[in-house]
């Protein structure tokens, strides 16, 4: 593959590349229909699978869930900006891991130091995660109205596409 650059990127023939297309789109698919459709075995197929997941490649199965079938419409992102060094980082941390609202985490560059994702029942609900936040930095945040990419698929085409960047 062209783009390979860095030790961390796993080379993968086209056979790995259809799998992984495969079970991004359907992670249930059983090894007897996934082996059907990239042409090897029920056996063949899943040791590729079980060596893409021991290579990291495949790092789990979810199934995905709208939480506000659950009772959690509102989806918050919310820019976090702590002061200190690590040890204020590892205490934020911790304290973002005991807050069964967020759903995910990034430490970013820039003048923040986090954007949060949190699903919330109600706008008192997204108060006071604000106030439990706000204890730890500064925060700003933005109600999202509606995700027009929910999730993507990669295929060998797109990641060859981002080669011209390198």
Known sequence: MSHKKSPNVVELDAIA????????????????????????????????VHRLEEAGVITGYHARVDVSK???PIKILMRLTIPGGDLQISRTVAAIKELNEISRCY???????FVIEADVVSIRHMEALIDRL??????STSTVLSSPVERREYTIKQLEAFAKYL
């Not at 090894?31 to 059907?36: I, P, S, T, V, Y």
């Not at 430490?107 to 130091?113: A, C």
């Not at 706000?134 to 925060?139: F, I, Q």
């Open 70 to 72: 659950l009772g959690a």
């Open 17 to 48: 590349w259809k799998i992984l297309e495969s079970l991004q789109r359907n992670a249930r698919l059983p090894f007897a229909e996934l082996g059907r459709k990239v042409g090897l075995s029920t056996p063949a197929v899943a040791e590729r």
């Open 107 to 113: 430490r970013i560059t820039g003048d923040e130091s």
């Open 134 to 139: 706000s204890a730890l930095g500064a925060t």
